[in-house]
């Protein structure tokens, strides 16, 4: 059966190699004789092979994890079921552990009693481990302006790196660290930022969305001229985060959906002021204010009188081409005359745009054309 000195022995094999450590090769006690094996290397979750050579002479043999024995001979002192053995024969004495794990990692020693002397062989084995992100920041919304951290940690073996990148837009590196640091950040460092842990096995990727908010600013306002009688749009467009609600002011009057003809849709970043049917009193200012939680914005716009000729206010009985030529001279003269007079930054000074002048305007040049047409002839 076992013999106890053998088990004595092992026991103490273990407690010295546990307190010398790794390697050992003479403990200095003439009667064991130790060496290390290579270490060996397996991923997380494969099967390990510890194989041991024997001799004619062995009488008693065991593999050790640590200080605790795994195997006796063919006897399973392990109450691991992951642990089995594989070959016992005078060659070799080999079991497998499968399913490893990091806690597997460490020294195992095979010990073997000879006639001669005990002989211990050991081996390490080294668990790899594929990264896992196991901390990242939140998705995180932030004003314009504000210092930001991002933190990203992963666990693995061998340690993974890490690195950050902006994804989109741009796809640019932003630290090859755990920690991204972004002070003063500006609406257009905003985007989804993308953490990588590499090792040796594997990576792992997350991703964090950074959220940048900002207060609107308006698209200036350009006039828009529209005949009575026709639909006319005025189109307000807002940079904003978060999205702004839209206010109407005509004058200083607010203007609400659905109320004398006018209906405000407003599509995301898009407002637009409908006039369903123009008329006299339409024709003026109309200020578009955008407002969200961080400020407001304005412009303002003119909607003007413009005058569509017909054929029965102009001549009677004259041929369409001479009509043809009139009116098409009398369209390109009036936008002419309303660039100058109301251009972009007529809105802005406030001091054009009086409906009286721009009416004015007009029967002079009809006028002017009629009576050079007339002339002509
Ligand atoms: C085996 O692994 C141990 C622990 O990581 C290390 O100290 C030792 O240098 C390795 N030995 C060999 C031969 O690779
Ligand atoms: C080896 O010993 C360590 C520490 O006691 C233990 O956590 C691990 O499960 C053991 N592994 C095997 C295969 O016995
Ligand atoms: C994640 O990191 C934060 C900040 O360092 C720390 O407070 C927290 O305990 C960590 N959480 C985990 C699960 O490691
Ligand atoms: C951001 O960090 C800078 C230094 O990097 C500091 O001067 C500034 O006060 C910080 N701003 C805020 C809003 O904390
Ligand atoms: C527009 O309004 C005028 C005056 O109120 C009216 O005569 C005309 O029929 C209206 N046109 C449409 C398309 O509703
Ligand atoms: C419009 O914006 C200007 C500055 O651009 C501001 O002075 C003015 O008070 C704003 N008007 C309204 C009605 O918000
Ligand atoms: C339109 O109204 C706004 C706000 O009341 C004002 O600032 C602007 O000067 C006005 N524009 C014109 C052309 O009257």
Same mark, same amino acid.
């Given at each position: 059966?076992?013999?106890?000195?053998?088990?004595? #022995?092992?026991?103490?094999? &273990?407690?010295?190699?546990?307190?010398? &450590?790794?390697?050992?090769?003479?403990? /200095?006690?003439?009667?064991?004789?130790?060496?290390?094996?290579?270490?060996?290397?397996?991923?997380?979750?494969?099967?390990?092979?510890?194989?041991?050579?024997?001799?004619?002479?062995?009488?008693?043999?065991?593999? #050790?994890?640590?200080?605790?024995?795994?195997?006796?001979?063919?006897?399973?002192?392990?109450?691991?079921? *992951?642990?089995?053995?594989?070959?016992?024969?005078?060659?070799?004495?080999?079991?497998?552990?499968?399913?490893?794990?990091?806690?597997?990692?460490?020294?195992?020693?095979?010990?073997?009693?000879?006639?001669? *002397?005990?002989? =211990?062989?050991?081996?390490?084995?080294?668990?790899?481990?594929?990264? $896992? $992100?196991?901390?990242?920041?939140?998705?995180?919304?932030?004003?314009?302006?504000?210092?930001?951290?991002?933190?990203?940690?992963?666990?693995?073996?061998?340690?993974?790196?890490?690195?950050?990148?902006?994804?989109?837009?741009?796809?640019?590196?932003?630290?090859?660290?755990?920690?991204?640091? +972004?002070?003063? $950040?500006?609406?257009?460092?905003? /985007?989804?930022?993308?953490?990588?842990?590499?090792?040796? +096995?594997?990576?792992?990727?997350?991703?964090?969305?950074?959220?940048?908010?900002?207060?609107?600013?308006?698209?200036?306002?350009?006039?828009?001229?529209?005949?009575?009688?026709?639909?006319?749009?005025?189109?307000?467009?807002?940079?904003?985060?978060?999205?702004?609600?839209?206010?109407?002011?005509?004058?200083?009057?607010?203007?609400?959906?659905?109320?004398?003809?006018?209906?405000?849709?407003?599509?995301?970043?898009? !407002?637009?002021?409908?006039?369903?049917?123009? !008329?006299?009193?339409?024709?003026?200012?109309?200020?578009?204010?955008?407002?969200?939680?961080? &400020?407001?914005?304005?412009? !303002?716009?003119?909607?003007?009188?413009? +005058?569509?000729?017909?054929?029965?206010?102009?001549?009677?009985? &004259?041929?369409?081409?001479? #009509?043809?030529? =009139?009116?098409?001279?009398?369209?390109?003269?009036?936008?002419?005359?309303?660039? +100058?007079?109301?251009?972009?930054?007529?809105?802005?000074? /406030?001091?054009?745009?009086?409906?009286?002048?721009?009416?004015?305007?007009?029967?002079?040049? #009809?006028?002017?054309? $009629?009576?050079?047409?007339?002339?002509?002839?």
């Amino acid at each position: 059966m076992k013999n106890p000195m053998f088990w004595v #022995l092992l026991t103490g094999v &273990g407690i010295l190699l546990i307190q010398q &450590g790794l390697p050992v090769h003479s403990q /200095g006690d003439s009667q064991t004789d130790s060496k290390v094996m290579d270490n060996i290397t397996v991923k997380q979750g494969e099967t390990v092979f510890l194989r041991c050579a024997q001799g004619d002479i062995v009488t008693h043999t065991a593999w #050790l994890n640590r200080s605790s024995i795994l195997y006796a001979g063919e006897d399973k002192w392990s109450v691991d079921p *992951r642990v089995s053995l594989v070959t016992f024969n005078q060659e070799e004495f080999t079991i497998k552990i499968e399913d490893v794990d990091m806690t597997d990692e460490g020294p195992y020693i095979c010990a073997v009693q000879t006639s001669s *002397r005990p002989r =211990t062989t050991s081996v390490h084995i080294l668990v790899q481990v594929p990264p $896992i $992100i196991i901390n990242l920041s939140k998705d995180i919304v932030v004003n314009e302006g504000s210092n930001v951290t991002l933190m990203c940690q992963a666990s693995g073996k061998p340690e993974p790196s890490l690195t950050w990148k902006l994804l989109s837009p741009s796809g640019d590196l932003a630290s090859e660290d755990e920690y991204l640091d +972004i002070s003063s $950040i500006s609406r257009q460092r905003a /985007g989804t930022y993308q953490c990588t842990a590499v090792n040796d +096995i594997g990576l792992d990727v997350q991703t964090v969305e950074i959220t940048v908010n900002y207060a609107p600013s308006v698209s200036e306002g350009r006039d828009v001229g529209v005949a009575p009688g026709q639909r006319g749009v005025l189109e307000c467009e807002v940079d904003s985060m978060p999205e702004a609600d839209f206010e109407w002011y005509r004058d200083d009057r607010r203007i609400f959906n659905d109320f004398d003809g006018i209906q405000i849709e407003d599509v995301g970043q898009l !407002s637009k002021l409908t006039f369903l049917n123009v !008329s006299e009193e339409d024709y003026g200012n109309y200020t578009c204010i955008a407002i969200n939680k961080l &400020g407001s914005s304005n412009t !303002s716009f003119v909607l003007y009188e413009i +005058i569509e000729p017909t054929s029965s206010t102009l001549l009677q009985d &004259g041929s369409t081409s001479v #009509l043809d030529l =009139t009116s098409s001279v009398l369209e390109k003269t009036t936008s002419e005359t309303f660039a +100058i007079q109301a251009g972009p930054g007529a809105v802005q000074d /406030g001091n054009s745009g009086s409906m009286g002048t721009h009416v004015h305007t007009y029967s002079c040049l #009809l006028l002017a054309i $009629i009576l050079q047409f007339l002339l002509s002839f």
